[in-house]
């Protein structure tokens, strides 16, 4: 097989960027007069000249290629401009010279962008018509709450433990606001993209892998606003449950595998019931008309997210205190203490021991089992704060059931006698 040396390849990504742009560029360029000044044979030379300039006379020779592309274009927008004062064709024209001095250092990672920048020009129509048409004030106004709250807030929290106990992190309470606006979000655009029948459910159910509680509150808040949603939103939710008996089991899989054999019962019972409850509201969903037509609302309530935060951050406070008083007198009490925030670090932490040997994997399956029943406290609290009574109750139904479900499979294993 022939040897191509770094220059060769650099030499010919640059020449593929110039030329995957170009042609994008030249299906858009127009015919006559008013046409644009670049073309596909212009923005090939571009970034090959880019790469040629750098390979050939470093950072300083590829500055002023660069600057003198710049004014080159300059030149021919004053010249040729039209009636469309578009800038897009020149930007990316010195886009094209950088991708190419890019192609001579990091080959791989030119090509890439300059993939991503032709699918952007070549989305042109549905871009455009996204953010004049679909994209609401409202929903703008959400993304930059969402991006000032990621991008601005979080990075400033400190990253310590802070009052009562040591229990409350600022970072780790700022990643669960974050987390449930995120939730909230990918179900607001799942609904506008899916309709309100499906899209809850997808989200629900994807969401869940991130946070079933704050997957409940999302949709305890959209049925809230939107009665009309009530049954898919439900379907989320209970989907959501799904996604942390599947995201269990992998954990499980991943620590101890015995401990995971241990559990079979009990998790193929949780989610037998839990995937039959659902199917229930997904049907009915599916089955109700009038639920497409969606008002245009906001993405997410920052209140009702800060609200739930707050609960959520007690919760912990009292599972701090709890574990201050009572010490480590048991594992099932410990695990039932911390299973209030989070089932899937207890049954991380229980299975830890079975793999250090420290204990035999039959005796890992009460505690597990001991967090995920007190999780659901978490989650009740969560529908019962977010949703109307009749959300709560269906979801509160369908939390029992699951966790029933798991003590039956286990009872079944042996593991419980009466």
Same mark, same amino acid.
Request: charge should be negative; proline fraction near 3%.
């Given at each position: 097989m022939p040897v191509f040396d770094d220059v060769t390849v650099s030499l010919a990504v640059a020449l593929g960027i110039g030329l995957l742009i170009g042609a994008e560029r030249e299906r858009r360029k127009g015919n006559g007069p008013s046409r644009s000044p670049a073309g596909i044979r212009t923005f090939a030379a571009a970034s090959l000249s880019g790469a040629v300039s750098f390979l050939a006379g470093g950072a300083m020779l590829f500055a002023i290629v660069t600057a003198g +592309? *710049?004014?080159? +274009?300059a030149l021919a927008y004053f010249r040729s401009r039209s009636s469309d004062p578009g800038l897009t064709s020149e930007i990316v024209l010195v886009l094209a010279v950088l991708l190419g001095g890019l192609a001579a250092q990091k080959p791989g990672l030119a090509a890439g962008l300059a993939v991503v920048v032709t699918g952007l020009l070549a989305a042109r129509t549905p871009l455009h018509r996204f953010a004049r048409s679909a994209l609401t004030e +409202?929903?703008?106004e959400d993304a930059l709450i969402f991006g000032g709250a990621a991008l601005v807030v979080l990075p400033l929290l400190p990253d310590r433990s802070l009052g009562p106990y040591d229990a409350?992190? &600022? #970072?780790?309470?700022?990643i669960i606001v974050v /987390?449930? /606006?995120?939730? $909230?979000?990918?179900?607001?655009? %799942?609904? #506008?993209?899916?309709g309100a029948r499906a899209g809850l459910a997808i989200a629900g159910f994807a969401s869940g892998f991130v946070s079933s509680i704050a997957t409940i509150s999302s949709n305890g808040a959209r049925a809230a606003g939107s009665p009309n949603m009530l049954t898919a939103a439900v379907a989320g939710a209970v989907l959501s449950n799904i996604s942390t008996i599947i995201q269990m089991s992998a954990l499980l899989a991943a620590t101890s595998m015995p401990v995971l054999v241990s559990l079979a019962l009990p998790m193929i019972g949780a989610g037998i019931v839990v995937t039959a409850y659902g199917a229930v509201f997904i049907v009915l969903a599916l089955k109700q008309e009038g639920v !497409? !037509?969606? &008002?245009r609302g906001r993405a997410f309530s920052l209140p009702k997210a800060l609200g739930l935060t707050a609960v959520l951050v007690a919760i912990m /406070?009292? $599972? %701090?205190? /709890? #574990? !201050? %008083?009572?010490? !480590? #007198?048991?594992?099932? *009490?410990g695990a039932a203490i911390a299973g209030l925030a989070d089932t899937h670090a207890v049954a991380v932490s229980v299975a830890s021991l079975v793999a250090s040997g420290k204990m035999p994997p039959g005796d890992a399956v009460i505690p597990i089992l001991? %967090?995920? $029943? +007190?999780?659901t406290i978490s989650k009740v609290v969560a529908a019962s704060t977010s949703g109307s009574r009749a959300f709560t109750v269906r979801v509160v139904s369908g939390l029992i059931?699951?966790?029933a479900g798991a003590w039956i499979g286990a009872f079944a294993a042996g593991f419980i006698e009466l």
């Open positions: +592309t *710049i004014v080159l +274009t +409202t929903e703008l409350l992190n &600022p #970072r780790a309470v700022g /987390l449930i /606006l995120a939730i $909230s979000s990918a179900g607001h655009i %799942a609904v #506008r993209t899916f !497409e !037509e969606m &008002p /406070l009292i $599972s %701090a205190g /709890l #574990r !201050e %008083a009572f010490g !480590e #007198r048991g594992l099932i *009490i001991a %967090a995920l $029943s +007190t999780n059931l699951l966790v």
